[in-house]
């Protein structure tokens, strides 16, 4: 999740509020193809092609309607509210005695939790993967170029609009692909898991930057996800210390807004520092 949201936030410098409806949209899409009997590779496609499908409508209301960004977002956002009822039928469908990614052999046998794990890491692998190679490729440089100078981009012949949709669509559909995973790791899905969660996406976003200082592209995707792990074992810790788990979503906005703020007072300080051993030497 926190890697789809770079794609937009950072690389295309897009503020997508869709997110908040594209999560429980591809959790909703997942959970009711399995309570359909579809396989789970069948409900995680399908939750990739819905939350792909929302970034697709966000996109043309920006590029075609001239809607601003955070509008466009936040109206692709509410209406996925009303179309998740429509797909679930009620606010929350369980997933008790359906089978899911969790239920493969292979992970069967793992300690509980651990499962969760391993196909995190799987995942996270694969879609790191690829985004590096998509990145690299003649269509991901005329993607990135369009999030640096969109001028320059249309100058040379690349069609921003396009471009803007193209990651609309796949940072969406990687959304929806992760509210699919957390669905069948949760084994329910419900219609307000999505309140909150583009605060946690930044928050992995932020605190991988904060962390690892100064990277390459590539590396600074790794790092987003390292970051959310990170970010994740600071909630365990506060947590630890007594906290109910119906602050969560305090919480992450407290830690985010302590790492947006630590580069600047990381560059006060050297400034003040800077300041006062001028003054020392100066008397």
Do not use: W
């Not at 990381?266 to 051993?277: A, E, P």
């Amino acid at each position: 999740m926190g890697v789809a949201l770079f794609l937009t936030f950072r690389i295309l410098d897009f503020p997508d509020m869709t997110v908040e409806g594209t999560f429980p949209l591809g959790a909703a899409v997942a959970v009711v193809s399995l309570t359909h009997h579809l396989s789970p590779s069948v409900s995680i496609t399908l939750a990739f092609l819905a939350g792909a499908t929302a970034g697709l409508i966000t996109g043309l209301l920006y590029t075609k309607g001239k809607i601003p960004i955070l509008l466009a977002g936040i109206l692709v956002m509410t209406a996925c509210l009303s179309i998740n009822l429509r797909i679930m039928g009620s606010s929350t469908i369980s997933l008790m005695g359906e089978r899911t990614i969790f239920s493969h052999a292979f992970l069967a046998h793992l300690p509980r939790y651990f499962d969760s794990v391993v196909v995190g890491l799987i995942t996270i692998s694969i879609i790191t993967g690829l985004l590096i190679y998509f990145l690299q490729t003649d269509l991901g440089q005329a993607f990135i170029v369009t999030g640096d100078n969109p001028t320059m981009a249309q100058s040379i012949g690349i069609n921003t609009d396009r471009m803007t949709i193209v990651g609309l669509m796949i940072s969406n559909g990687l959304i929806g692909l992760s509210g699919a995973l957390i669905a069948q790791s949760n084994g329910y899905a419900d219609i307000n898991m999505g309140i909150g969660i583009i605060v946690i996406a930044l928050a992995s976003i932020i605190i991988g930057e904060v962390v690892f200082g100064e990277l390459t592209l590539n590396q600074r995707l790794i790092a987003v996800a390292l970051g959310s792990i990170i970010y994740r074992f600071v909630i365990l810790i506060v947590l630890q210390l007594g906290f109910s788990t119906n602050d969560l979503n305090l919480i992450s906005a407290i830690i985010l807004a302590l790492c947006l703020m630590l580069p600047n007072l990381s560059k006060s300080l050297k400034l003040d520092h800077v300041i006062q051993k001028g003054v020392a030497k100066h008397d």
